[in-house]
């Protein structure tokens, strides 16, 4: 007997689309036959937030089987997000390609809200997007590869400016190759002397840029450095002890994968980085391409993941081998790694105990 998957319509009485924005929140009610019971506006504050759900409980009848449907619960969304959790409502992000209802009709806010909750309506229960978490490790883990990315892009910035400077004017270093951390560290610690106006200028904004790159240096170890502490104490703690995967890397992929049941499967998890394959056979030929959507973050670091591996790894290089006398191309087995190191990371998040954290 072949068992039906269930739908959001057979599942739940009500589904509530929320159109998050800025200043204010736009929450519609329709019931599971898709008919509407009414829209309604409020500010995007917490008191109002929480009068928002009280509306929705006097709305519905208290009905429990409501499903909250909500837009961008990585920014605006987030904050309605938690409080419609901790209220004991189910939540689900808003189904991609649900603007397409409104093309040729028009496009407002309440109709925005609307369609998107009518959009989940017929996707199956298992198949929505559970947000993720916006709180413990996963949100701090969140923040400091955040301000990592910031802290490295200054940095190349800085670089990049002190190496153009000291090419075009001669200060006694060489910079025809890229500046070393010594060489960088010299040219800090270098004081005023006597010589023409240029060069004072010149040497005393070589020293500036040089000065800020070892204080971005600084940021970037005590980053590294609480990084390490938080993926330990975390579920993402048995990646560290895989080759390729350091803090920086394994707190990439616990911020994805966020928490316990998220994801549906490890092929979920591959989607979600991006590394799923891609069928691209045509005629005789029969391949699969590189998957160039999903979380580019988590595609970026399970692909430094790959190219350490390829690199150091005794089992990897054998396979790359392998592969390579097969007439594989140096990327699909950089694909095919990263797709098992997807697997892996996946299976390793999902086993691990769950631990309590303390501030």
């Known amino acids: 007997m072949t068992i039906l998957p269930q739908t959001v319509a057979k599942t739940y009485s009500y589904i509530i689309g929320v159109d998050t924005h800025a200043r204010k929140h736009v929450y519609s009610i329709i019931t599971y036959t898709g008919e509407h019971v009414e829209t309604r506006e409020f500010p995007a504050t917490s008191s109002s937030i929480k009068r928002a759900i009280a509306w929705v409980g006097r709305r519905t009848g208290a009905d429990a089987s409501t499903l909250w449907i909500i837009e ?47 959009a989940a309506l017929p996707i199956e229960v298992q198949k929505l997007r ?20 910031m802290l490295a892009v200054e940095r190349t910035k800085y670089v990049n400016a002190l ?16 500046l070393s951390s010594t060489q960088i560290l010299e040219v800090a610690g270098w004081r005023s002397r006597e010589e023409t106006i240029e060069l004072q200028v010149a040497r005393a904004e070589a020293v500036r840029l040089a000065r800020r790159v070892g204080e971005l240096d600084t940021h970037i170890k005590e980053n590294t450095t609480q990084m390490t502490e938080l993926v330990k104490l975390s579920e993402g703690k048995e990646l560290l002890e895989l080759t390729g995967i350091g803090p920086v890397v394994a707190a990439v992929c616990v911020a994805a994968w966020s928490h316990q049941g998220r994801l549906r499967s490890e092929a979920a998890f591959a989607s979600l980085a991006g590394v799923n394959p891609i ?67 996946y299976k390793i998040l999902e086993s691990a105990e769950v631990l309590p954290l303390t501030a």
């Open 163 to 178: 190496t153009a400077l000291l090419r075009v004017t001669s200060l006694g270093i060489d910079a025809r190759k890229p």
């Open 72 to 118: 961008g619960t990585a920014s605006y969304g987030a904050v309605v997000a938690g409080a419609v959790t901790d209220a004991g409502y189910t939540v689900a992000e808003a189904p991609s390609g649900y603007q397409k209802a409104g093309r040729g009709v028009g496009k407002t806010d309440p109709l925005d809200a609307q369609r998107m909750a009518a």
């Open 279 to 345: 069928p691209a056979s045509s005629g005789n030929t029969v391949r699969h391409r590189l998957n160039r959507r999903g979380d580019r973050r988590l595609n970026k670091a399970l692909h430094t993941a790959a190219m350490v591996r390829m690199t150091h790894d005794e089992e990897t290089r054998a396979y790359v081998a392998k592969r390579t006398a097969e007439g594989k191309t140096l990327k699909e087995i950089r694909r095919c790694i990263k797709r098992f190191l997807a697997r892996r990371i």
């Open 130 to 149: 559970v947000p993720r978490l916006n709180d413990g490790a996963r949100a701090a883990l969140r923040v400091l590869v955040t301000a990592r990315d």
